[in-house]
């Protein structure tokens, strides 16, 4: 998959840069709108990531520009602003999906897969690994043909190990993604009592979800 990262801030091109290519992502990047235009104008790319505010201008003009130019790649849009006012803006511009600076690293992947994901020509909108099948859509989760219920913590969690199946992810990272108070993050505790409650209620397909000794947790699938 090939990304292209557009923002003035250097800290946060290597930043995200070393976390996309880390995370096995081809990864391009651009300082101006000018040099975006002229990278998405050459070059097919998987997915844009887009600063709002740019020395040459609007990231929210550039991007209503470029979809009427009939650009379909997937925009996640970054900025400080949290207005909700100005979120519809950008969404109403064109972008697929909204962040806000600063923010959650494995969040952003997790979002970067569901809009990838959904892009691709072979989606779905439900995975299944051996006797579990989840619905992103309705919610629905289902082990051994039976619905099980869960709170909306339990499917958030069972859903960001879904989207990042055979990815390792630290009880921080974790912790950060349920709690999104990144200011008071909790002890990791939480996660563990998490993990027990989901695997809990998962029955027989609890085993999917494996622990990694003084790491965290990940589902595999071969």
Do not use: C
Not at 2 to 20: P, S
Not at 39 to 52: A, C, E, G, P, T
Not at 170 to 192: C, G, M, P, W
Request: proline fraction near 1%.
């Amino acid at each position: 998959m090939h990304i292209l990262v557009i923002d003035d801030n250097q800290e946060i091109l290597l930043g995200l840069t070393k976390l996309l290519t880390d995370a096995g992502f081809q990864t391009d990047t651009a300082s101006t709108l000018h040099e975006a235009g002229e990278k998405v104008s050459s070059q097919n790319y998987d997915l844009l990531i887009l600063d709002w505010l740019l020395p040459d201008g609007s990231g929210v003009d550039f991007l209503r520009e470029q979809r009427s130019g009939q650009l379909q790649t997937p925009v996640m849009m970054l900025s400080s602003k949290s207005d909700a006012e100005e979120k519809a803006e950008a969404l109403d511009a064109g972008a697929d999906d909204y962040m806000h600076k600063p923010f959650s690293h494995i969040e952003l992947l997790a979002r970067m897969r569901a809009l990838l994901r959904r892009e691709a020509s072979q989606k779905q909108a439900k995975i299944r690994i051996e006797n579990l099948s989840v619905d992103f859509s309705t919610r629905e989760v289902v082990v051994d043909d039976a619905i099980v219920k869960l709170s909306k913590k339990e499917f958030e969690l069972l859903e960001l190990l879904l989207l990042n199946t055979n990815i390792t992810l630290t009880r921080y990272q974790i912790e950060e993604h349920l709690n999104r108070d990144f200011n008071a993050l909790k002890t990791s505790n939480i996660v563990d009592a998490h993990i027990k409650n989901l695997r809990k209620k998962l029955g027989s397909a609890a085993s999917l979800i494996e622990t990694v000794r003084g790491v965290g947790f990940t589902v595999r699938s071969t």
